[in-house]
């Protein structure tokens, strides 16, 4: 089955910085590759999500990237600010099916 | 639009005791996932229903079990609880197979079911 590995766990940053999040995974098949924001105390809310057939989608501050070949995808944030503090999902699925989420970042930008 | 609501917020329960958890889904989502949340182990898939047939599972074993209904809402039960499986549970629905484009593979989730058990 799909195994998706995420890295840092952790994530300092200093406010105006970017921040950086990799996932790997391991299954081929995987097509559909949503990254997901949870606040403390709140549910996981979608922020940028990437199809198979497009290498890099940008929305305003956030961009994520996808290397089908190497099974890597990463999230990029620009400019953090103090309320992109919070816990960052990666996550992939086939066909919107079999959703393996990874372990989580927690993301922290000091003022 | 409602967004996917989680019957209760939270429980407490003793160790055998069993649980039923509610999701109603976004009005026209038919798939609905289930998800438990610790601090250790994320977001681990437990099961998804689809036009009341349950699609996909999880490696969590037969104590946990779940149906959805005619209307797409769903619910889940655990049977002999255990302390390990006190966690948040999240459910999550989604257009698949009603929508188009990227928009069907979104998944969209509640707000959980924070489950103690002592």
């Known amino acids: 089955g799909e195994n998706v590995e995420q890295h840092p766990s952790t994530l300092s940053v200093q406010e105006g910085d970017s921040a950086v999040i990799k996932c790997t995974y391991s299954d081929s098949a995987s097509n559909y590759f949503p990254w997901y924001k949870q606040e403390l105390g709140k549910r996981p809310q979608l922020i940028i999500d990437i199809r198979s057939n497009v290498g890099e989608k940008k929305d305003q501050r956030i961009a994520v990237t996808l290397n089908k070949t190497a099974k890597h995808f990463s999230l990029h944030i620009t400019e953090t600010q103090p309320e992109d503090s919070a816990v960052y999902f990666c996550a992939a699925s086939n066909y919107g099916q079999n959703f393996v989420f990874g372990p989580g970042t927690r993301l922290s930008v000091l003022p | 639009k409602a967004g996917v609501t989680q019957t209760p917020r939270y429980l407490i329960k003793t160790r055998g005791q069993q649980v039923t958890l509610s999701c109603s889904p976004i009005?026209?989502?038919?798939?609905v996932s289930w998800y438990q949340q610790t601090p250790g182990q994320g977001l681990q898939f437990l099961f998804e229903?689809?036009?009341?047939?349950q699609r996909n599972k999880g490696n969590f074993p037969g104590r946990f079990s779940g149906r959805q209904f005619s209307n797409s809402r769903s619910e889940m039960n655990v049977s002999t609880l255990e302390l390990g499986d006190s966690a948040l549970y999240l459910c999550a629905s989604s257009l698949w197979g009603s929508g188009t484009g990227d928009a069907k593979n979104i998944q969209y989730f509640g707000a959980g079911t924070r489950l103690s058990v002592l």
């Open positions: 009005s026209g989502h038919r798939s």
């Open positions: 229903y689809f036009s009341e047939t």
